[in-house]
């Protein structure tokens, strides 16, 4: 059974940072690509940053320069470090699997988990 579990998000003053933490299970996590993806209130789900297995990693323009995914695949954790947040960063964040599509673009793959709610003040 897949498992996606976030955790790590807050309260936090613009300015500030938080340190996401995804635990997954029930995948091959060290062959698996990860993402972490956002969804504020009234808005539909985007995509944030991915990391291959080989460790290479993309972000959204949005965050690029603030926040950093990385990877322990000994702990199958993926994890969001977010710094100089913004209130537009306010969202509930999500992990999940992700894989390539023909044009190169990645999409998830596994029922979404609870995510995790990130609230950065003004």
């Known amino acids: 059974q897949v498992q996606l579990v976030e955790s790590g998000g807050g309260l936090v003053q613009a300015g500030g940072s938080l340190r996401l933490t995804c635990a997954a299970s029930g995948i091959l996590f060290s062959s698996s690509a990860m993402a972490w993806y956002r969804q504020a209130p009234g808005k539909q789900r985007e995509w944030v940053a991915t990391i291959t297995s080989g460790g290479s990693t993309n972000y959204a323009d949005s965050v690029k320069g603030r926040f950093t995914i990385s990877r322990d695949n000994a702990k199958n954790t993926v994890y969001l470090q977010m710094n100089s947040l913004k209130p537009g960063d306010t969202a509930v964040y999500y992990c999940?699997?992700?894989?390539?599509?023909?044009?190169?673009?990645?999409?998830?793959?596994?029922?979404w988990g609870q995510g995790t709610q990130v609230t950065v003040s003004s």
């Open positions: 999940n699997e992700v894989r390539s599509s023909y044009s190169g673009t990645y999409f998830p793959t596994r029922p």
